[in-house]
């Protein structure tokens, strides 16, 4: 009997060229699996399958994870602001880890031999495979062809050709990875410093040109609203933002950043719902939030993140982080407006019963209720102490 492998399937090129190869080449028995984080819709996941077969799979499926990528990352990401460097929503970092997940639990399922992946030598996906694999399913050994025989786009699309393989060639001249949390873009443009991705690269484009108000709906810091219109499923108000976003192409960036195996990556990608999301969720908190609340958060969110993006997902500090991220939610409730135009936007403001910025106390820059004006020179005289005391050692010294 043939050995079984099971290879992570996106349709791409370089997973298009690993069915293939082992298949004809090393005679496996190919079972393919594409793990959905919420990036294809039903006719998408059609092509996929019917390109599987073609390259030669004796079967394959579809594995929905979207609900769970959406409960065990998305949700904290979101209660985080996660951006790594301030820039990118980890959209293909994040989902990888739960696509790794389904794919060995599939591959223990049906008793494979082997698992397999695309990624590539250089890059972080890789790491993200193989350690999740290697620690839920150790007994299952791992092929990457593509990395282990080091090959270029280029050799790929040539082989796929030789062996009588039809496909948009010109079209896979981009790697383009799309999930319910943005899409990367990676090609020819993406490998200089000098250069950016054309209008074309991306998936989206502008298709309104008229400003248009966006309202996003939080209950404890999750998205529950968009336009006034409630959404008990989260998913599904995700994609209600991103389908009003994409129409300005709004969230298109250029990620450069360090990768778990050391050398700098850029990556081009577009999420306007993610963008969107946590910008407003972040201006939510802004006004819910005490001082202190918001300064722990961004210390736990930026580790949070780091860590997802370096493949330590299934370190368990994670779920202490998560424990923490959680709980600063209780009072992020309230609606947040956004105006939107191609390629921008701003955040007009909030609507919250938990709004700290009431007047009962004071009024900014305005007038003070709770205070008398000795009550602030009492307090500035106590506050400057410490500086006080410092400046006069100093000053004594210099004599």
Not at 127 to 134: C, H, I, Y
Not at 250 to 266: L, S
Not at 338 to 354: A, C, E, H, K, M
Request: proline letters at 2%.
């Amino acid at each position: 009997m043939k050995e079984k492998v099971v290879l992570a399937f996106s349709g791409g090129l370089d997973t298009s060229f690993c069915a293939k190869y082992l298949s004809e080449e090393k005679g496996y028995d190919v079972y393919t699996a594409v793990a959905n984080t919420g990036g294809f819709s039903e006719e998408e996941l059609k092509v996929i399958e019917d390109k599987a077969y073609k390259l030669g799979a004796v079967k394959h499926v579809a594995l929905n994870v979207e609900q769970e990528y959406y409960e065990k990352s998305i949700k904290y990401m979101v209660f985080g602001n996660v951006l790594r460097n301030g820039t990118y929503p980890i959209s293909v970092s994040s989902e990888r880890i739960f696509q790794a997940l389904a794919i060995i639990e599939y591959a223990k399922e049906i008793g494979a031999d082997y698992v397999a992946h695309g990624s590539t030598g250089a890059g972080n996906d890789q790491v993200r495979f193989d350690l999740t694999f290697e620690v839920m399913a150790p007994h299952i050994k791992i092929l990457t062809p593509t990395r282990d025989m080091v090959l270029s786009r280029e050799y790929e699309i040539n082989y796929l050709k030789q062996h009588g393989f039809e496909a948009d060639f010109k079209k896979m001249e981009y790697s383009i990875n799309k999930g319910l949390w943005g899409t990367s873009v990676g090609g020819k443009e993406t490998l200089h410093s000098d250069k950016t991705l054309p209008e074309e690269a991306y998936p989206s484009q502008v298709t309104e040109t008229k400003e248009e108000t966006l309202t996003i709906d939080f209950e404890k810091g999750e998205i529950c609203g968009v336009n006034g219109i409630s959404y008990s499923n989260k998913v599904d108000a995700i994609r209600a933002v991103e389908a009003v976003g994409c129409k300005f192409a709004i969230g298109r960036d250029m990620h450069v950043g360090d990768t778990i195996i050391g050398i700098k990556g850029r990556v081009g990608f577009e999420a306007a719902g993610p963008m969107l999301i946590i910008n407003a969720h972040k201006m939510l908190e802004k006004h819910t939030l005490t001082k202190w609340q918001q300064y722990w958060k961004d210390q736990l969110g930026n580790w949070y993140g780091m860590f997802l993006h370096e493949a330590q997902y299934l370190e368990p500090v994670m779920r202490d982080m998560e424990a923490f991220l959680q709980s600063s939610q209780a009072n992020v409730t309230g609606r947040v407006i956004i105006n939107l135009r191609p390629y921008s936007y701003t955040l007009v403001g909030v609507q919250s019963d938990f709004d700290l910025m009431k007047g009962d106390f004071g009024v900014y820059g305005e007038e003070q209720k709770a205070w008398t004006a000795d009550d602030v020179k009492g307090f500035t005289k106590i506050l400057g102490n410490q500086m006080k005391i410092f400046y006069s050692v100093q000053n004594k010294n210099k004599q």
